[in-house]
């Protein structure tokens, strides 16, 4: 097992960062399809961040001429022969069986539906194989100059098929999380929770080897538990109405990762937790750029989250990051690479630079704000870097062969073994994780009877501008 935990040190509390650097490019508070409350109620101060229309943009094509924007451009070009039932949204609200709304001639354009479930491919809904943009951020100040310099968008161009991919990835996560949040209820087991998105994202990505599939297992993480909490088999708990409830799960596509989380509740009390965090990690979003210290992001963060109260049976808290997570840097087929991102200000030096991927995320509790491992494991992965022992357990050995085969250095979960066909595997598995071969992720917890919510999008620093490619019209 390992340093999933940031060290905790004297970390100390950055107070006083100017507001203004807590404003920058537009980001989004949540759209239309949130499901969780936006009752800001701010202890402190300021700002309601301006709903800026996002992504998706095939989503609402109100016009029959064909404007190719990048983003209008593709669920509507070819194959559009406006076939009846297509009236939703790529990542609209649509239900699939749902009545045919009358149609609109008059300059409404139809518009690719997904089904629900989920069930028809992003290939098929983008048929020019061009998947929309996320949120795109100019920089700062000292890089504004980017977002027109000639040899910087020349660079972009060459990478266009990675983000392409990426696009695909996000898009899917898009869709699959619209399906989960309205059609996860209390009284469904974590395991049939699980299973609705990790179908969904399999069907809409096409999984297929190491081209196109689920990143990581699906966290579904309750209460005091933070992270890291996926079903093992036979776990028979059931979502309840007062649960707090963190869905975070990964698409990729070639290797491109989205690591996006969100958390579900069901009773209004926990709407400023949530609210808190949310705030707290477009502020994240909002703060990061090239050149950028990982420390500052940290400050900024822990001050907007430290900003909120909730007041919960009675009882008042202000909202704590929890101090020893962090967001991190996502390299090719590897969930985490080597920066840390973190969610208090920690002094942390390092910059951000050209071309990394991030997620940013940030939790925010009731509780100590400080998480530690407990409960049984569900997440696995395999190491970076193989120690150069050979494993002498011929049952390790073969159960090594199969995650090297099925999952590469992507994380897997005991469920995604049992799925290809692994059986009594437990103690080879636990063999690995001593030997290094592979590393357990244990769920990571607050205290007991506390609450914890998180939030988290993956952006790219592109060499022209920022772009957020998870965001959605949900958060
Ligand atoms: C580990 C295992 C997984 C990465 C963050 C995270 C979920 O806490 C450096 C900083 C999936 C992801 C990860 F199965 N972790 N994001 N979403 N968990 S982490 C980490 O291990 S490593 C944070
Ligand atoms: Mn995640
Ligand atoms: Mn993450």
Request: proline share 5%.
């Amino acid at each position: 097992m390992h340093s999933l935990v940031q060290e905790l040190e004297n970390t100390t509390i950055a107070d006083g960062v100017p507001e203004t650097q807590l404003d920058g490019a537009a980001a989004t508070e949540a759209g239309p399809a949130a499901t969780t409350g936006e009752v800001v109620k701010k202890k402190n101060k300021k700002k309601k961040a301006a709903a800026a229309a996002p992504v998706n943009g095939e989503a609402e094509p109100e016009k029959e001429e064909k404007e190719e924007t990048s983003k209008d451009a593709n669920a509507e070009d070819d194959d559009d022969e406006d076939d009846d039932e297509e009236e939703a949204v790529a990542s609209g609200t649509a239900t699939a069986g749902a009545k045919k709304k009358k149609k609109k001639k008059t300059n409404k354009k139809k518009k690719k539906i997904q089904t629900e479930p989920p069930t028809i491919p992003l290939s098929v809904l983008f048929p020019s194989k061009i998947y929309p943009e996320g949120e795109l951020c100019e920089y700062k100040d000292d890089n504004l100059w980017r977002t027109t310099d000639e040899e910087k968008r020349a660079v972009e161009r060459q990478n266009s098929d990675q983000y392409n991919d990426v696009r695909r990835a996000s898009e899917v996560h898009r869709q699959v999380r619209q399906y989960a949040r309205r059609n996860i209820k209390p009284g469904m087991t974590m395991t049939e929770i699980c299973e609705m998105i990790e179908n969904g994202t399999r069907t809409l990505v096409e999984a297929n080897g190491f081209e196109s599939g689920i990143a990581f297992p699906t966290g579904c993480s309750l209460n005091h538990c933070a992270a890291h909490y996926t079903p093992n088999a036979g776990d028979k708990i059931v979502l309840q109405y007062g649960d707090v409830c963190k869905i975070d799960f990964g698409v990729h596509v070639n290797g491109r990762i989205i690591d996006s989380a969100f958390t579900l509740t069901f009773d209004p009390v926990y709407d400023n937790l949530l609210a808190a965090v949310k705030d707290a990690t477009n502020t994240g979003i909002r703060e990061a750029g090239i050149d950028v210290r990982l420390g500052d992001i940290g400050a900024a963060i822990q001050e907007v989250m430290e900003s909120y109260e909730v007041e919960i049976g009675g009882k008042t808290y202000q909202v704590k990051p929890i101090r020893n997570l962090t967001g991190h840097s996502i390299d090719l087929y590897k969930i985490h690479g080597t920066k840390a991102v973190p969610i208090v200000n920690n002094g942390d030096p390092t910059k951000m630079e050209e071309g990394e991927y991030f997620a940013i995320e940030t939790f925010g509790s009731t509780g100590r704000g400080i998480v530690r491992y407990d409960m049984e494991t569900s997440h696995y992965a395999r190491a970076y870097d193989i120690p150069k022992i050979p494993i002498r357990l011929p049952r390790a050995k073969a159960l090594f062969e199969t995650i090297n085969r099925e999952f590469g250095t992507l994380p897997f979960c005991r469920r995604y073994l049992d799925r290809v066909g692994e059986d009594k595997y437990l103690l080879a598995l636990k063999s690995l994780c001593d030997s290094g071969h592979v590393e357990g992720y244990p769920p990571l917890v607050d205290i007991k009877g506390s609450f914890t919510a998180q939030y988290e999008h993956t952006l790219v620093l592109r060499p022209t501008r920022k772009e957020v490619l998870s965001r959605g019209d949900d958060y």
